[in-house]
């Protein structure tokens, strides 16, 4: 109950701090904190001892009137003044009474008939109130009246008696002969009170003053390293600098800087690679264009040049299509794949069968090159992916394991599943990658050996094309690799796919 009432309360809280734009700053936030924080402290000090001085004056008043007043009744027993009023002594000292405490006071004998009043106006009227017919009884009373500004007491006035016989002589009995009715004025404790409260709101007032200023000069300097790394970052987005951000004033600003550094790091390494990839398409595409040109221009400029020539030119300048169509086509795929996963298209299928197909294709290739092409299967396997982009996965590594090969290698391709993946791994006995190149073989146009992958043919797309089909199915690709000896590409796919 207390949980979800919290929760509502929290949950009230942030709507009033988002609808009130001014609460939605730190800088007021701090500074309301700080405020609320000192001003309890103060106003409830203030609360608390004004009452406490006021609780003690009114006992201290208390205890001292009830003093004076069985002094007082031990007189008026001793000169029987219930039964005769005129006692000069005993009238001047009520009235002396009356006066010091600011109040009134009644002499009540055992018949509830007043028989003295410092007023003058009850005097031989009958009382009967609670209080008194308790104090008859032996009971004494005072209750402090507030608003009206005045403590009321009862006394009983008593007479002690022996009683007993001979042998009890000693036993002595207190007898109620009358009562003592006083109300004092509490208004001089309440001048004090006043005095002290207009005293307290001074001291406090000034409290509250240094305590604003102190709150606001503390907002302004809690908040003082966040503006400066929101200069910081205006003035890197602006490109005032390429410097890294560093605000080191406080831990935050500082995991702040980091952090936007990080991100500024990775951007212009994205920005770098992207225009490295721009240049690298405009000339990758120009190769074959140039290489086109060359050979018209030179079948042009001979008049009488023999058929076989331009057959043979003819033959270059159509492999240089091909070359232009092959790259236009690998671009097409990545930035398909670059897209959104919404393309794919998942079918569950025999991945055995699969495999089988794409060796079968690239057969022809790996007997041109004398490269032995072996498949083994472990296990049947059946997963939910996307052919196409599976067989482009494959259809590379394989393609790459028998172009990077020796003469008389081989190349062996092994399908292996457990419950949640399944594993194919293309084994080579190739020339291998130098390990420092096996962090980039899946950038877009890496190629380890540029002047010899040339030669070998190929645009450097294969792996960059592989590697983010496989993310698509939310699989990994890994190579190992040692120069001269061969290399072993494994790719784990999930048996089911995930989508999004
Ligand atoms: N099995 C392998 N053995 C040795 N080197 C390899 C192997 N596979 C890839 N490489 C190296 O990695 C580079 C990148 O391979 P990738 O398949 O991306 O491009 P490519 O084969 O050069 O061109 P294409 O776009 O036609 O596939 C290759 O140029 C090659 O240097
Ligand atoms: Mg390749």
Redesign the pocket.
Known sequence: MYGLNGVLAITLLKKILHKFTFLRSLKTRIFLLLLIVGLIPCVSMRYAILQNYEQRAVSIRTSDITTQLRILANHLITYHYLQDTSSEVINAEINQLSTLYDGRVMVINSDLRIVKDTYGISENKTIISEEVLRCAKGESASKYDRDNGYIEMTIPITETVASGELEDAQRETEIVRGVMLVSASTDSIMATLDALSRQALIIEAIVILAIVVASVMAARVLIRPFEKITLALDNAQEGYTNDPICVNDCIETEHIGDAFNRVLGRMKVLDDSRQEFVSNVSHELKTPITSMKVLADSLISQKDAPIELYQEFMEDIAAEVEREDKIIT?LLALVKMDRTVADMNITEMDINVLVELIMRRLRPIAQKKDVELVYESVRPVTAAVDEVKITLVLS?LVE??I??NREHGWVKVTLDADHQFFTVTVA?S????PADSLDH?YERF????KSR?REIG???????IARNAVLMHHGSINAESTEGEG?VFTVKIPLSYIGG
């Open positions: 690998d590379n790459n394991a172009k990077y080579d190739g020339i291998g990658i073989i890496y190629r380890v050996d992958s190929g645009t450097g797309l294969g792996l960059a290399t």
